[in-house]
Structure formats: C-alpha cells, structure tokens
C-alpha cells in the first residue's frame, strides 16, 4: 500500500471542462474565469473576486491595492507558510511576526493588539488547516487601536484602519457563526494549487469584504488592472472590434488566471460541498480510530463553526522533534506519506536572514516540535482511511 500525502483529485469532468476550453479558440483569461469568479462570490457572500495565478498574488494584490510600501508594518504570524510573510517583503513593508497561543496554531487578538503601531496598515491572519480565525475579537483590537491609523491614500482613508487580510489558502468553503472564509474579512485569499481543496495546478482568488465602504466596482477595477500589466482593458476586450488602443496605468504585475485553469477549478467547484463532506468523514474517522492514543488533534467543527477540512494536525504528547520525526519515517515504511505544518518561519533561513529568532516563538516552536499532518483527501478509500489510523494508532501505542 502506498498512500500518498495529498494528490489532486482529478475527474473526468475536469478534463472534459478544460480540453472545451481548448477547442473553444480563448484560452487565457475569459468567459470561464468570468463564470467561475461570480460563482465564487455568490458562495461566499461577497461582492467579486478576482481570479490570479496563486494565493500568494492575491495577498500581494490586496497590500499593493492598499498602497501598503516602504515604512509601513504589516503583522502576520509565526506559525504559517513563507506566502503569508514574503509578500509584506515584496512589496517593501516591514513584516512583523507574532507568536501563536500556547497550545495553538492561532494568533489571539490581543497578541495583535500589542503588535498595532502607527505605521501598521494590515494584519495577515492565517486560517490554518481551513479553520476560521474568529476575526470579531480581532476587528474589537482593530478598533481599539484606530487612533494610532494614519491613513496614506484613498482606500485606506476610506477603510480608516488598520485593514485584516486572511490567509485562507485552506479555508474555502469554511465557515464560523453562519459566515463563510470571504465574507468576514477585509481582503481574503484563497490558493487552488495542487495539494488544496480545489485545485487549478496554480491558481487563487482574492475577495473582500461586501460592507467595506468602498466603490466596489472601481476597486474590483483597479485590482484587476494590477492583474494585467496595469493594463487598462484585458486582452478579451481588447479582441472586439476596433478596440486596441490601450494605456498602461501603472507598471504592475502579471498574475491572471487562464481559462484553461479557471475550467479546472470551475468544474471542481460544482460538486465543492460533496468534496467537503467527504474530507469531514475522513476527520471523524481520524478521531474515532485515534480517541485512545495520546494526541491531540486540531478540532475540525464545534458549535459555531466548521472548517473546509484542508489539514489533519495532531500533536503527539511527549514526543520530541526527533521521536515526531520517527513516527513520519516509520509511517513512511507502511506506506503512508506524512507532513509537518509548518516549520516555523524564524526557523528558515530566509527569515532568520531578516533577525528573526526561534527563540522569540517558543509556542509556535512548541507546535512544530511535536505535530505531525496525517493525509487527507478526496482519493483516500475509506479502507486507506482506516488503514492510516490504524498504522498510526499502532505506533503510538506501541511506544514504551
Ligand atoms: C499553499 C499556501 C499558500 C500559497 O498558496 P499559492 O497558491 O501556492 O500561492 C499560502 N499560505 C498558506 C498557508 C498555504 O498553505
């Protein structure tokens, strides 16, 4: 048995959606991504999302759409993937990291707080594993500190804080208190890459929040502009009739998404809540096999939320790294393909480069040290579902 960590779960519908995309004669950004990109908004209760090439664009689009530059500071946790910080770099912001909850793989509001100066202009959260942050306490901290705002252009006088972008590379499809990843935020972005949810190959989303007192439509312009060059008119209407005439409104980047891409992601749109509810009986199943060892794994729904199932977390209580590091190597010699997420960012060298200390992120480091990721997706047979438990479940018993 071999039972790989997370493989794209591709259908016959899906190939079929993008070889008519193909045969159709328009195959970069067009009509599918149009489609796809109001189905999108419809499911999360937001105005319109902007397709790009990957959840790393879309964060870097919202900070760029924000004006967020040199002497500013955006805050964003310890515990997560190198996306959600590099961005701040790439756009000459200054980033600043902060620690997890003892215990937990989430930031509180007030660690955010105590983080807020007067050059903050954002704070990236990070859904992990697909379960929403409660961002009510956040924006309360957000709010609390709206004095120390100064706003430096348009959107942000218009938004008249600090603005909160979530990292929801896993969360499509999550929801908290009747509100889906999307909806509650300021700015969100989601990833379709290979090992998500729903996959483009690369591809993501950004949306922002409906009762953000903006123009909608001009910001929905704007972003899309800094999709495309800062090309004033796409390449689908520059093809009509006698419409070539074209400016350049900023020398911005190239991240859209293609039609090819967008059909893929489409197509696995439409059966999205079964993809769900198969990765919830994975996660059940996962607790009910693993209920006697001694771990704890990340909750998954409770009263006021449910996730998207993206990441099955556990810790294993009493291991060291090195013991954790065996258990993936001796998982590895039955056949089942292990993870760890995440290393934590002052742990790589990119960042430690930057003056980050490990030593700084004792929790988010305590997290690391002891979890393992188990796989979980939709190619997984409820007989592999069982044998990846029981594997697990033998090893952690067997321990003396
Ligand atoms: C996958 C991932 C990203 C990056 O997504 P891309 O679409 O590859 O840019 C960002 N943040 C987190 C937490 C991720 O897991």
Same mark, same amino acid.
């Given at each position: 048995?071999?039972?790989?960590?997370?493989?794209?779960?591709?259908?016959?519908?899906d190939?079929?959606?993008? $070889?008519?995309?193909?045969?159709?004669?328009?195959?970069?950004?067009?009509?599918?991504?149009? +489609?796809? @990109?109001?189905?999108?908004s419809?499911?999360?209760?937001?105005?319109?999302?902007?397709l790009?090439? @990957?959840?790393?664009?879309?964060?870097?689009?919202?900070?760029?759409?924000?004006?967020?530059?040199?002497?500013?500071?955006?805050?964003?946790?310890?515990?997560?993937?190198?996306?959600?910080?590099?961005?701040?770099?790439?756009?000459?912001?200054?980033?600043?990291?902060?620690?997890?909850?003892?215990g937990?793989?989430f930031?509180?509001?007030?660690?955010? +707080?105590?983080?807020? !100066?007067?050059?903050?202009? $954002?704070?990236?959260?990070?859904?992990?594993a697909?379960?929403?942050?409660?961002?009510?306490?956040?924006?309360?901290?957000?709010?609390?500190?709206?004095?120390?705002?100064?706003?430096?252009?348009?959107?942000?006088?218009?938004?008249?804080?600090?603005?909160?972008?979530?990292?929801?590379?896993?969360?499509?499809?999550?929801?908290?208190e009747?509100?889906?990843?999307? @909806?509650?935020?300021?700015f969100?972005?989601?990833?379709?890459?290979?090992v998500?949810?729903?996959?483009? $190959?690369?591809?993501?989303?950004?949306?922002?929040?409906?009762?953000?007192?903006?123009?909608?439509?001009?910001l929905g312009?704007?972003?899309?502009?800094?999709?495309?060059h800062?090309?004033?008119?796409?390449?689908?209407?520059?093809?009509?009739?006698?419409?070539?005439?074209?400016?350049?409104?900023?020398?911005?980047?190239?991240?859209?998404?293609?039609?090819?891409?967008?059909?893929?992601?489409?197509?696995?749109?439409?059966?999205?809540?079964?993809?769900?509810?198969?990765?919830?009986?994975?996660?059940?199943?996962?607790?009910?096999?693993?209920?006697?060892?001694? !771990?704890?794994?990340?909750?998954?729904?409770?009263?006021?939320?449910?996730?998207?199932?993206?990441?099955?977390?556990?810790?294993?209580?009493?291991?060291?790294?090195?013991?954790?590091?065996?258990?993936?190597?001796?998982?590895?010699?039955?056949?089942?393909?292990?993870?760890?997420?995440?290393?934590?960012?002052?742990?790589?060298?990119?960042?430690?480069?930057?003056?980050?200390?490990?030593?700084?992120?004792?929790?988010?480091?305590?997290?690391?040290?002891?979890?393992? !990721?188990?796989?979980?997706?939709?190619c997984?047979?409820? +007989?592999?579902?069982?044998?990846?438990?029981?594997?697990?479940?033998?090893?952690?018993?067997?321990?003396?």
């Amino acid at each position: 048995m071999f039972i790989p960590f997370s493989p794209p779960d591709i259908r016959e519908e899906d190939v079929e959606a993008v $070889a008519a995309v193909l045969r159709s004669g328009w195959i970069t950004s067009g009509p599918v991504g149009a +489609e796809f @990109s109001e189905a999108l908004s419809t499911y999360c209760d937001t105005v319109d999302t902007v397709l790009v090439n @990957s959840c790393t664009s879309g964060l870097e689009l919202s900070l760029r759409a924000l004006g967020v530059g040199p002497g500013d500071e955006v805050i964003v946790p310890a515990y997560t993937y190198t996306a959600s910080a590099s961005v701040i770099d790439h756009v000459g912001a200054k980033i600043v990291m902060v620690d997890v909850e003892p215990g937990s793989f989430f930031v509180s509001a007030g660690t955010f +707080e105590s983080a807020i !100066t007067d050059r903050t202009k $954002a704070i990236i959260a990070v859904d992990m594993a697909g379960v929403m942050n409660d961002t009510r306490p956040i924006y309360e901290a957000i709010e609390r500190r709206k004095e120390l705002f100064v706003p430096t252009n348009q959107l942000q006088e218009q938004i008249g804080r600090v603005a909160l972008i979530i990292d929801a590379a896993h969360s499509l499809g999550a929801s908290r208190e009747g509100y889906r990843a999307g @909806s509650v935020a300021d700015f969100t972005a989601f990833s379709f890459h290979a090992v998500k949810n729903l996959t483009t $190959a690369e591809g993501g989303a950004l949306t922002w929040n409906k009762n953000l007192p903006v123009d909608h439509k001009e910001l929905g312009a704007l972003l899309r502009v800094l999709t495309l060059h800062g090309q004033n008119k796409s390449a689908l209407e520059k093809s009509k009739a006698s419409s070539w005439e074209y400016d350049i409104v900023s020398p911005a980047y190239k991240m859209n998404l293609p039609d090819i891409l967008a059909a893929m992601g489409y197509s696995q749109f439409k059966r999205y809540d079964s993809i769900l509810d198969r990765r919830h009986e994975i996660v059940a199943r996962y607790d009910e096999i693993l209920a006697d060892t001694d !771990t704890v794994a990340l909750r998954h729904s409770g009263e006021d939320f449910r996730s998207s199932g993206h990441l099955y977390l556990l810790r294993l209580n009493g291991y060291s790294q090195e013991d954790r590091n065996q258990f993936i190597a001796d998982m590895h010699s039955q056949g089942v393909s292990c993870n760890v997420h995440y290393k934590p960012l002052p742990a790589l060298t990119a960042y430690r480069n930057l003056g980050f200390k490990t030593s700084d992120y004792p929790n988010s480091m305590a997290q690391y040290s002891n979890e393992v !990721t188990l796989p979980l997706h939709t190619c997984l047979t409820d +007989e592999q579902v069982d044998y990846v438990a029981n594997a697990a479940r033998n090893l952690l018993l067997s321990r003396p």
